[in-house]
């Protein structure tokens, strides 16, 4: 009966801590914490199921069930110990150099071995953990912001939170250990044709990766960038260079917001959000859509886009909220 207690406190921990008012009050790196304390509770829980449940007494269901856990069990060393720990051994991932982009984010470029065999494509995340001392076990989400090369990862973070502003203060040679990749958001959803991103401020980052990945033609590609300073905007020589080079039609949005709820700056002040979605994009009905940016932001470009015509289909995003 103690273990089923301290079983149903841990779940319960899980439960409240997943609800959004308490996840606001949370550090992400608190949160994913916390949300460990689910495999305690699954552990301390089996014995107190197959002691006393009705349905484990039988011995062929007991074996049954006992097999199941054991299944769950193995799939969860498999792959979120095991595969990440061949990863990082294989790869051996270390920090090349820091670079500052812009006012408060900063890129962290990488080497390692045969990272042409490391099975990411651009768009995706990994979670990173550095071995650099305090805090070198907790992981946080961070996406290539560069196409994967044979021998260099890029990502690129905005220094808000207590580990993102770690990565501000890596030094060459720190050890990375990476678990994933994880994301959807690739030239895989890609159907052909022309394509309109939309990025706020680090949302850049996965899109930036796509904008180099994408098989599209020459002046096929749109990208809406939103920050709230002149200032806030990164990789402008590689954004240029795809201007020029892929034809890539670049529409900078800045300023402070249009309206509480807009993801407009305030130049669009008279037009509603479809609208003015519309006029930087008039057939973007027709294309497929890449979006990435703080979460409130995000949800209002989808809805514009979805009201200007563009079909769920083709309509992708990456979402930073946990």
């Known amino acids: 009966m103690v273990w089923a207690v301290a079983a149903l406190a841990a779940l319960s921990l899980v439960v409240v801590t997943s609800v959004r008012a308490a996840r606001r009050r949370l550090r992400y790196e608190a949160w994913h914490l916390l949300h ?50 061949w990863r990082t051994l294989r790869h051996r991932l270390v920090v090349d150099c820091v670079v500052t982009e812009a006012p408060g984010m900063v890129s962290v470029y990488f080497r390692g071995r045969r990272l042409d065999r490391l099975p990411v494509r651009a768009g995706q995340f990994f979670i990173w953990r550095f071995l650099d001392g305090w805090g070198a076990l907790r992981g946080n989400p961070f ?13 690129t973070v905005k220094t808000v939170g207590d580990g993102s ?12 250990l990476v678990e994933g990749p994880y994301g959807r958001m690739t030239a895989a959803t890609y159907a052909g044709g022309q394509v ?72 669009f002040a008279d037009y509603d959000d479809t609208a003015a979605l519309l006029a930087l994009s008039p057939d973007i009905a027709g294309h497929d859509v890449y979006v990435c940016g703080p979460d409130p932001w995000t949800a209002a470009v989808w809805q514009a886009a979805r009201r200007a015509g563009v079909p769920a289909a083709r309509l992708h995003r990456e979402r930073f909220g946990w």
């Open 165 to 176: 502003a770690r990565v501000a203060r890596l030094t060459p040679g720190t050890r990375a």
């Open 196 to 267: 309109t991103m939309l990025a706020c401020g680090v949302g850049l980052t996965p899109l930036l990766a796509l904008l180099w990945d994408l098989p599209y033609g020459y002046g096929k590609a749109t990208l809406v960038y939103r920050t709230r300073h002149p200032q806030e905007v990164a990789f402008l020589d590689e954004l240029e260079w795809l201007s020029r080079q892929r034809g890539v039609r670049l529409v900078p949005l800045v300023g402070p917001r249009a309206a509480p709820g807009s993801w407009l700056p305030a130049e």
């Open 143 to 155: 996406s290539l912001s560069g196409p994967p090369s044979g021998d260099r990862l890029r990502i």
């Open 36 to 85: 460990l304390y689910a495999y305690l509770g699954i552990a301390l829980a089996l014995p107190h199921e197959l002691w006393l449940g009705s349905d484990f007494r039988a011995p062929a269901a007991r074996s049954y069930w006992l097999g199941l856990h054991l299944a769950a069990a193995g799939s969860m060393l498999l792959f979120r110990l095991g595969m990440p720990a």
